[in-house]
C-alpha cells in the first residue's frame, strides 16, 4: 500500500472516529435509555466489523494524518448542532450521521482497499436497518404506551352480536381491538372493520385488523397484526404508510429478534396458553414468554392465548407490556364487566405513568 496518501488516510481517520462516536451515542441509548439487549447486540457488531474493515489501513499511517489543531472542521459549526430536544433527539442525530460517515469511508476507500470500501458499503446498508429498528422502537412504545387490555373479536366465539361485543369491552376499559375473521368475505369485513373502527376512535382505543392491510387501510384502522407466514412488515407499510402500528406474531426470541430487526411496532407473544381460537400441537407457557420479552425489549409485548382472569398472574408475572384476551371477554354473559376486571387487574400490575 502507498504511503503518498496522507490526504486519503486523513479523511478515512476523521471518518473512523466520527463512525465510531457515533456508534458509541447510539449504544448508549439502547443500553441505558431503552435496556434493548437485541440492539445493544446489533450496535457492537457494527462496531467489531468497523473495526475489522479498517484494519487494513495501516494504523500508523492513520494517526500520522491526523492534524486536528490545522483542521477548519473544527471551527465550522450551525445553531442547530447544538440544540437537542431530548435523547430521542440525540439518537436521531446520530443515526443520521453513521451512514454519512460510512459513505465517506467506503468512496475514499477506494482508491486504497476494494475490499475495505465494499465492507463500509455492507456496514451502511446494516446501518439504514438498525436506524428503522430503533425508529420502529420508538414508534410502537409510544403507540403503544397506554395500551394494557388488548380484545380479539370474532364473531363466532361472541356471546352478543358483534359490534354489541365492541362497544361491550370498550365501555370495560379495552384500549385495543383486534377484528379476527380470518373466512369473512372482503366485502362484509371492510362494513364490519369500518364500524368496529369507528368505536374505538370514538372511545380512544387502538382498531387493528388481523392479516389483512388492505381492509386495516380501506376502513382507516389504526394498523394490522400478522403472523409469521402473512405480509412482511415491509409489505404492510407499503399498504398502510408509516404512521400505522404493525404487530408481529412472535414465539421465540429469535422471531422477536427478526421482528424487532424488520421495524414492528409491538409483537403478539404466544400461545402462551392453549385457546379456542386456534387448534396448536405447543404452548409457549409464561416462561417462553418471558425469554421472548426479555429478547424483544422495549419492543412493547402482548401475551396472547388462552389467557383467562383465573391464570392472568402468573403471565403478568413475566411482564408482558399487555395481553390478549379472546374468549373470555367476549364469549362472557357480560364483556364490559369480564373486561373491566381484566383492566383493574391490569393497572394494578402495570399503572400507566
Known sequence: MATDHADLYRI???????????LRVVEEYARFRLD????CELVKQLRHDLRAAAEVFPQRELLASRDTPRDVGTAITTATESARTGADDVL??????????????????????AQAAAAFEQLRYRVYTLEKAFNAVLHGTARLASVRLYVLVTGSLCRLPPLETVDAVLAGGADAVQLREKLMPAGELLDLAHAVTERCHRAGALSIVNDRADIARAAGADGVHVGQDDLPVRACRQVLGPSAVVGVSAQT??????????????LGVGPVFASSTKSRDFTIGVDGLRDVRCAAAPLPCVAIAGITLENLDPVLAAGPTAVAVCSDIIAAADPQARAAAFKKKLLAAFPLT
Not at 92 to 101: F, G, I, Q, T
Request: aromatic share 4%; proline share 6%; net charge negative.
Open 12 to 22: 478515512l481517520d476523521a471518518n473512523l472516529n466520527r463512525t465510531r462516536e457515533a
Open 36 to 39: 434493548a439487549a437485541t440492539l
Open 253 to 266: 426470541p429469535e422471531m422477536a429478534a427478526h421482528a424487532l430487526a424488520d421495524g414492528a411496532d409491538y
Open 92 to 113: 436521531r442525530a446520530a443515526l443520521k450521521r453513521l451512514p454519512e460517515s460510512l459513505r465517506a469511508l467506503e468512496e475514499y476507500a477506494k482508491p486504497l482497499s
